[in-house]
Structures are given as C-alpha cells and as structure tokens.
C-alpha cells in the first residue's frame, strides 16, 4: 500500500487529569511509554505526533522535537481534520490511530492489525469486543485502529457533524455502507468488560504506576498477555478499575 505512519494523538488539555501525556510514569512520561512501545511494532514505517495548536500543547511539540519524533499541529477540537492533515503532511499510505493516554498500547496488535488490514483492503479497521462494543470505547489501552489516508480524506469530504468530526473515525464505522469497515475480535483473555488500563483520573495514574513498577524492566517488551497475568495476579487491582469505570466512562476525546 505504501507508507504505514502511526499517529499518536495528544494533547496537555484535559479536565480530570491536566498534563497526563507528560505526567511521570516510571523512569519516562506516559507520552513517552506509548512512543517507545509503539516502535516495537514492525509494521510501522514512522511514528508522529498529532497535537494541536493551543499554547499548551507547546509543550508536547517540544518534547517531540526534543526526542527527535515529527510532529503537527492542527485543530484542536476538529480531530478529523487534524488526522488528514497529519497524514498528508508525513505522507501516509494507511493511519494507525493510537491514543496518547494508552501507555500499555501492544505492538503485536498493532503489526496483527496494519498486517489484516493490507490483506482484507479495509479502509477502517479495528477490534472489538464479544459484546460487539468497539475496543476505541474502551479503556482497554492496548489497540488501536487503522485507517486508510483515502479513507480519512472522503470522510473528511462527507462528515459535518461536529461530533463525529472531534471523534476522527466515529463517522467512517457507523458508515459502513459508504466504506469497507471490518472488526476483529478481542483476544479471549483481555475481553472483559471491566479491565481500564487507560489514563484518565488521578486513581488511573496510580494504578498504572503500580502496574509499572511490578513490571520493571520488563515494561517496554510486556505484551497484553503479560498485563493481564499480573492483573489476575492483583485481584485488588480489578476492584480498583470496577470503581473507575462505574464513575468514569472512557471517552475518546482527546
């Protein structure tokens, strides 16, 4: 198909928890952890930033730029717009779309996704759970979705709706008449409902950073088979993410 960027959406605006894409996680910020892991991936051929142009997102555009990772600046509420104007600014052939608030992203799922959807010819492809709940409504943390740059453009086309266009891909999979959208199912041992690895609230950052230092060294390498063992490992964990998700449900506005 061409180039495969991963596009890494953030930004330091966030009501509950200001500043946590650069908030310490470990011996790095979760922006950093997401990065890192995300070049695990094989299918990838760059990696970028998306953020947008408010005066508080200097901050990520300087870290990219400190860490020698490319970054662009765009709408801050038009994230479909963003989007297309990240990929056409790194020339990107397909999008995978990744959350800056997902520090335990997998790369195995991100090379399995990139891998089906040049198989399949999707222009939209993600995961999703038994229920058929779509894994981006999820706080899962560990897949992304993919997107073709042709896809991304025609939505940016046809879509109007503000809502639509602040959730980037929301308008391409309810659309599934106008683009060829494809879902593959969670793997049985991460598909439950209650697991929230994602980084929301206060009592988010602290569990991952419990989560993160059990892993130690093994952090940047631990797929999320691994995460889910030491989950299983840390019943007082699941009671932790019971409550989180009863009182915050995953939004994907970033």
Known sequence: MGKTVGIVQARIGSTRLPGKVLLPLGDRCVLQWVLDRLARAERLDQIVVATSLKADDDAIAECCDRWGIGCFRGSENDLLDR??????????????RV????????PHYVDELVSDTLQSGADYESFQLGTG??????????????????CLERADEVIIDQFEREHVTLG????????????LSVPSFCNKPYVRFTLDTQADLELLREVFATL??????????NVMQLLEEHPQWRNIMIEQSSLNPKSSKK
């Not at 130690?216 to 088979?225: C, H, N, Q, V, Y």
């Open 133 to 150: 709940r779509h894994v981006m409504l999820t706080a899962l943390s560990f897949f992304a979705e993919t997107a073709t740059r042709q």
């Open 216 to 225: 130690g060294d093994k952090a940047e390498s631990a797929e999320a088979l």
């Open 172 to 183: 391409i999979y309810k659309r599934s008449s106008m683009f060829k959208v494809r879902f």
């Open 83 to 96: 989007f297309v104007s990240t990929a056409r600014a790194f020339d990107a052939d397909l999008v995978v």
């Open 99 to 106: 959350n800056a608030d997902n520090p335990l992203v997998d």
